[in-house]
């Protein structure tokens, strides 16, 4: 009998048929998911953790330090030790394992192979004269529990791609100027856009205002025949109010251009200035 198939009916219950469904499970492509990391408490008390603890460095190294094993087991099917268990009589080392998917039946012919070297390594690593039996474990889970975990799975990782995906949309968005802070900035620089352009329409408004102000007191002080009040000078003649016309539009050169006709001039006709109504 060899160490690594002895004691298989000590500890069945913790894994049952677990070395019957190995070849199903594995032409099924069933989903593997153990948390071997989360202890248990049939690990024991502190000594029995840390001779566990023991057992599985040395175990480790025992894959990687022979060629042969290293080359059969971890290179060509990948396999790596989950965890190392310990039994409560110190008799039996439980080596939980996995490796790629579809290589566990190889895995585990291959195991039963190497379980001499791999306990002759133990011994010497060790340096103990009773090394215990190491019983490889197919660390796995029942077909009903891995296809609940890989459901389980899929819709964590769908929701992950759909907020990344929303919030990939959303920095676009903002890039763009889609964004809240993009959307009130425009806002701001239309309101100040209209303010800008109705405060240019009051000005020109009034500017047009002053001059036809202008213009009707210099045509009502012509045909009065007196001079403005505010110069002091002699009335304005028919031919030098079309001067201060012209000087007045000059001011304004880009100013909407109207002709006031002359009192007892041309009624709506072209002056002799040139320019008309």
């Known amino acids: 009998m060899l160490p690594g198939q002895a004691k298989q009916g000590e500890g069945a219950e913790d894994a049952p048929g677990a070395t019957s469904s190995t070849a199903d499970i594995d032409e099924a492509g069933a989903y593997y998911r153990v948390p071997y990391h989360v202890p248990s408490r049939d690990d024991g008390n502190i000594g029995h953790r840390r001779a566990s603890g023991r057992f599985e460095l040395a175990i480790e190294g025992a894959l990687l330090a022979d060629a042969v094993v290293r080359e059969q087991l971890v290179e060509r099917l990948g396999l790596v030790v989950h965890r190392v268990r310990l039994s409560h009589d110190r008799r039996t080392v439980h080596v939980l394992w996995d490796a790629y998917p579809g290589a566990a039946a190889a895995a585990e012919a291959a195991l039963q192979r190497c379980a001499f070297r791999l306990r ?9 004269r009773n090394t215990p039996y190491l019983e490889f474990r197919h660390d796995h889970l029942p077909p009903h529990q891995a296809s609940v975990a890989a459901a389980i799975e899929r819709v964590e990782r769908e929701a992950l791609q759909e907020a990344s995906g929303s919030g990939e949309s959303g920095a676009g968005a903002a890039g763009a100027g889609w964004g809240p802070a993009k959307v009130g900035g425009q806002q ?5 856009q209209q303010q800008q352009q109705q405060q240019q329409q009051e000005e020109q408004q009034w500017e047009e205002e002053h001059w036809r102000d202008h213009v009707t007191e210099a045509r009502l002080s012509a045909a009065a025949g007196a001079a403005p009040a505010a110069e002091g000078s002699a009335a304005l003649a028919p031919d030098t109010l079309d001067e201060a016309i012209r000087e007045l539009e000059a001011r304004l050169p880009s100013r909407r251009r109207q002709h006031v006709p002359r009192q007892g001039g041309e009624q709506g006709g072209n002056s002799d200035n040139g320019w008309g109504g």
């Open 120 to 128: 002759r390594h133990v011994a010497k690593v060790l340096r103990t």
């Open 188 to 192: 701001q620089q239309q309101q100040q």
